[in-house]
């Protein structure tokens, strides 16, 4: 690509974010001028901006957008003197205009066509009428799937792309009456510049980066409070001998001669102005250790604050989008948002696009009445439809709410029975909440014929995936007569887990608590055999019993007793409701409730089975989190396969010598993974963080095989590797390398160092690790 093609695709990046932002106030400009058409303030502001728009147009060299800007700009010209009105006709002839501003940006699409531009200026010039859209190609108002599928297309939804760090221009923000009119001069670019709460677009791989640094600088930081203690422990035993040297002097050293009296009183003084130092430096590595986890405390809280953004920058497509859909229903709405400015995780709000869209056309279709049948029923034409982002009880909960007809419960009932969901008597048993969650099933919808807008049964299924793909549930509302009302109870972000964490085979795991029912201790003796499984009974019904240190691949699958004989048990379950399926997980014990930041597993590891992520604890002990879906699987498949390990009436005391293994690998999450799934198939494992330390524990030690990692700092694998095979003492001991470089000639590099397996970490799994050390020493014992 030549520097002049390169310098292009540059100015049309440019062009396109400024689009992004223009086009965003235009919008919102012209949906508010279709309530007041002649308003001054949002005339001037939406003038302004196609004037940008136009002249940036012809800065990068693109005719076409110069005109489609052009003849936006004269129309809200001639709008400001007062020639036109900015009707209904005409604002959906410049959302139009809309859509070829920002397809002209696109560098990937091709360029607009002529005769779609001159289609446009046309169509604006006639008023806007819907006789010019076959020329401009656009969809017929009548055409409502259509209309919805332009206006997503149309409104630019924020996305976490791979772009260099820049200021997002104030029209980034919704339409403010005022704000918005101002003139933009160098001065006020300057002033808003530096002002602090500029907005900032940052690679989301550098805020996971920092989030996650933030997160290790803080479990380092409270590393300091154990060594402080045992300075204060040494300062305790030093404080002891000087009282013990007195002791010794008063009742002995009448015995001693002058110069021994002389020399202990010299050692007395010495260790009492050591005694003074030794407390003046515990003060101030008190200080220091206040102080720096304060400090990364402080940056942890900044680092997660940066995955949180606004709802509005979802939100504001929304208006065009119910605006769009219910001129082409033939319905009159006024949309509300509130709660704009909630806060929200960045990766969910990325996906609350679909569902939000779906719980919207269910309202305007299913809820809303037409004007006259609103108008009979004495209700106002104009219906009220209401999106709400609030925080409440550390939960975010979004709502869509319509002041329309309710849910029609008779018809509910029929299509249940229809269906073939339920049978009669059941459903005329059933209560109201039990029944709404009917419309949540895949496949399931009221409508008997299916139309451009619904009748397909895949909308509001589609927002349950969503609620449980993020842990969180969905609620439905419903009043005969008065609306509808969707509540979406979400957790407030995926980077931080409520978890409870438990031992197993002396290993930490957390279970996210969304997924926990209940945390027993249930007595050996109230464990029953029903058809060849175990089970307990709780709340009068029986839940079968599995092992966590079977279903996370422990050397011994049994649980042992604790000091009371009572067994832990986890109550965990795939659905809600009182007939939802429970399991019970016995782990080896509780160690309470902790909010972790989730740390997710390197992508090229691949999926590690019944695990989701990982986290780092305070002691910086690293603890994997369960997948539970992962786990219910894995407890179908065993109880399939008949292979259940049950809980046992003792623990397994028998002590047998295991082969030792040193992992040596710079990555922490790797490392940690590895160490886990050896100390799980019964080896001992000791690690080291870098080649160095590596050889430095392999020189102190005797291990049955060593496996490293080849991108190290102070010495690589190789080097290690080399130094290994040329070492006396050494030479005869197993080396694995298991590294991402995966290509041949990395692969020999590292057999002809001397390795005897070569691993590469994109096909890495469980069972590869642990099969190629099999191969290598042999079972653990």
Known sequence: MSDDELSRRSLLDLFREEAQTQTRTLAAGLLALEATPADATTLEACMRATHSLKGAARIVGLPEAVDVASAMEDCFVDAQHGVLTIDAGRIDALLVGIDLLMAAGDASAPPLAREVVDGFVARLANGGLAASAEAVGQPSPLDPEALLAASLASVPMPKDEPVAAEVVSDYAEPIAASAAAQPINPSTTARSARDSDRMLRVRAGTLDRLLGLAGESLVESRRMRPFANGLLRVRRAQGDVLAALGQFSEHHGDALGHEARAALAAIREQLSTLGGQLAERFDDLDRIDRRGTQLAQRLYDSALECRMRPFSDTAHAYPRIVRDLARSLGKRVRFVIDGENTQVDRDILDMLDAPLGHLLRNALDHGIEDPGTRRLLGKPEEATLTLEARHSAGKLLIAVADDGAGVDMPALRRAIVARGL????????????????????????????????SGRGVGLDAVQNFAKAVRGTVRIESAAGRGTRFVLQLPLTLSVLRSLIVDVAGEAYAFALAHVRRALRVPREAIDMLEGQQHIVHEG?????????????????????????????????????????????????????????????????????????????????????????????????????????????????????????LVVEDSLTVRELERKLLEKRGYAVTVAVDGMDGWNTLRNGQFDLVITDVDMPRMDGIELVTMIRNDPHQRNVPVMIVSYKDREDDRRRGLDAGADYYLTKGSFHDEALLDAVNDLIGEAT
């Open 541 to 661: 019904r029986p839940i079968g019993l599995v092992t966590a240190r079977q279903l996370l691949g422990a050397s011994d699958a049994t649980a042992p007793a604790n000091a009371s004989g009572d067994v832990s048990v986890l109550l965990i379950g795939d659905g809600t409701g009182h007939d939802a399926a429970l399991y019970g997980i016995a782990v080896d014990g509780f160690a309470g409730e902790r909010t972790l930041a989730v740390q997710p597993l390197d992508a090229r590891l691949g999926k590690v089975r019944n695990v989701a992520a990982a986290a780092l604890l305070e002691d910086g002990t690293v603890t994997l989190i369960v997948d539970v879906e992962d786990i219910i699987a894995s407890v179908a498949r065993l109880v399939r396969e008949g292979q259940l390990a049950g809980v046992t009436r003792g623990a397994n005391t028998t002590a047998r010598e295991r082969k030792r293994i």
């Open 422 to 453: 339920a049978p009669a008597d059941a459903v005329e048993t059933m209560s109201e909440p039990e029944l709404l969650e009917f419309l949540l099933l895949p496949g399931f919808s009221m409508r008997e014929r299916v139309t451009d807008v």
